[in-house]
């Protein structure tokens, strides 16, 4: 059984800072590609990240030097680190993992179809 879980959500003040993990099992991450998404109550799901399975990445403009996603194959995880949180991060956080890599920045907006999902974690950041 195919299964993402996302934990490491939770209330931080403005400034502050948190890391999301998201723990796969049942398929090989090794060759898949992951992105973080996230959706703020009466808003549209946003990709916020995606990493490759080269380790090749992209972001959101607005969390650009902010946030970092990472992987760790051997551990079938991967991470959204979260610094200098503002109000507007406040959302619930997806992870999604893929087979079809993108190197073009389109999987962001363009996120239908996406193989596996997560049900997410709730970040909320506190003014």
């Known amino acids: 059984e195919v299964q993402l879980v996302e934990s490491g959500g939770g209330l931080v003040q403005t400034g502050g800072s948190l890391r999301l993990s998201c723990a796969t099992s049942?398929?090989?991450?090794?060759?898949?590609?992951v992105g973080w998404f996230r959706q703020a109550p009466g808003q549209e799901r946003e990709g916020v990240s995606w990493i490759n399975n080269d380790g090749s990445s992209y972001y959101l403009d607005s969390v650009k030097g902010r946030f970092t996603t990472s992987r760790d194959n051997a551990k079938n995880t991967v991470y959204l680190q979260m610094n200098s949180l503002k109000p507007e991060d406040t959302a619930v956080y997806y992870c999604a993992a893929d087979s079809r890599q993108d190197y073009s920045g389109s999987r962001l907006t363009n996120y239908y179809g996406l193989d596996y999902w997560g049900g997410g974690t709730v970040v909320t950041v506190s003014s």
């Open positions: 049942g398929f090989t991450i090794d060759a898949y590609a």
